[in-house]
Every structure is written in C-alpha cells, then in structure tokens.
T-cell receptor, first 114, second 117 residues
Framework: QKEVEQNSGPLSVPEGAIASLNCTYS??????FFWYRQYSGKSPELIMS????GDKEDGRFTAQLNKASQYVSLLIRDSQPSDSATYLC??????????????FGTGTLLAVQP | DTGVSQDPRHKITKRGQNVTFRCDPI?????LYWYRQTLGQGPEFLTY????????KSRLLSDRFSAERPKGSFSTLEIQRTEQGDSAMYLC???????????????FGPGTRLLVL
C-alpha cells in the first residue's frame, strides 16, 4: 500500500467553482502535511502546510486535516484558469529518523475551464 | 533572486557518461534535500544533508550516485555511468530546521532535467 495516495485526475471544474482535492495516507504518528502546486515542467511550489486537525485558510485556499480518518484535503475557492496545475500532497512522518523527508503522492491534475 | 538555484537546468548526455548537478540553497538554510521526479510521479527522496553532514540516503541512490555538501553551503549530485533509467527531473530543496522539528517548510529549486540517450 502506498503511503500517500491521490486520485490522478484530471479533475475538471468550471471557472469560479470550488475545486476539492483529496489525499489519504498510511497511519503514522506525528504527521505534518503539505500541499504543493506544480505547473507542467516546473518545480513544486508550496501552497499550504497543516499540522493540526481542522481547517486552515489562506486566501482562496483551505486545507482540511482529519487524522482520525487519515485524510487531508485542499479546497480552492473561486477557481481560476491559472490554478490549472498538478497538486501534490506531501507528508513528513515522525519515524524517529534523522531526516524530515517529504513523502509525496502522485499528484492530482486540476483543469479549470474558462 | 534569493531562492534555491540549480545548475544546469537541462542536461542531455549519452549512456555511460558522468554528470554532475549543483544546488545552491537559500542563504542560511542548514538543511538540503535531493529528490528525483519522473513523469506522472511525485518527487522521491534521494538524500539529505544537515549542514555538511549527509544524514540519510535512500535505497534509490545506487552506488553510481554520490552527493556532497562541502562547508555546508552548495551541494553537488554526481551520477556516474549514467543509464537511460536515470532520466528524470532532479530537484533540490532547502529548509531551515532545528532539533527534531518536522514542521519545517522545504523550498524547491527549479530542478535539473536529465535526459540520458
């Protein structure tokens, strides 16, 4: 079983709608969660980080974390064509090791239709 | 530009050749990571430095791969005797971390795209 799972998409939404991106993960302790946006041919760009259960809002973006159900989601309100990209979910496990390496899902491709 | 920089941005090489990539982290960031990303996949961890010490290497990093971070500043990733399966985007990320915190934010460079013919 993959440690971080995402639907590869594409997820197609009309301009102005809410895009909902989901990510599930294996049961580990003390996780930290991140959403990165990646445009085609470019490197990942951090959108949001979340560490505690509940919602975290930043502009048009809201991250939601539910550790009991082992999922983290990203909502994008008022979606714009410029939001069209691959959204990567990433997790840092607290496995007692020396590194805080990111474990990524395969990403969800979002397409916002004008 | 004070972000993470990588050089070169693109590299085409023939199978069997050696290649070296460079990463300059954000100034004063003590942690540096290398990841590899292939088409349709998320980035996969390769190795990690805290200052000049290489603290972890992934099993993905075969004996043909070596990484250094002399003086705890820039880092190099060398691939010897390249194979076609090495073709990928090589990403460098840096962060400012202390102790065992796992809330650090990693900032990625633009990546080096390697094509092995």
């Amino acid at each position: 079983q993959k440690e971080v799972e995402q639907n590869s998409g594409p997820l197609s939404v009309p301009e102005g709608a809410i895009a909902s991106l989901n990510c599930t993960y294996s049961d580990r302790v003390s996780q930290s969660f991140f959403w990165y946006r990646q445009y085609s041919g470019k490197s990942p760009e951090l959108i949001m980080s979340i560490y505690s259960n509940g919602d975290k809002e930043d502009g048009r973006f809201t991250a939601q974390l539910n550790k009991a159900s082992q999922y983290v989601s990203l909502l994008i309100r008022d979606s714009q064509p410029s939001d069209s990209a691959t959204y990567l979910c990433a997790v840092i496990w607290d496995y007692g090791g020396a590194t805080n390496k990111l474990i990524f899902g395969t990403g969800t491709l979002l397409a916002v239709q004008p | 530009d004070t972000g993470v920089s990588q050089d070169p941005r693109h590299k085409i090489t023939k199978r069997g050749q050696n290649v070296t990539f460079r990463c300059d982290p954000i100034s004063e960031h003590n942690r540096l990571y290398w990841y590899r990303q292939t088409l349709g996949q998320g980035p996969e961890f390769l190795t990690y430095f805290q200052n000049e010490a290489q603290l972890e290497k992934s099993r993905l990093l075969s004996d043909r791969f070596s990484a250094e971070r002399p003086k705890g500043s820039f880092s190099t990733l060398e691939i010897q005797r390249t194979e076609q399966g090495d073709s990928a985007m090589y990403l460098c990320a840096s962060s400012l971390g202390s102790g065992g915190m796992n809330m650090e934010t990693q900032y990625f460079g633009p990546g080096t795209r390697l094509l092995v013919l």
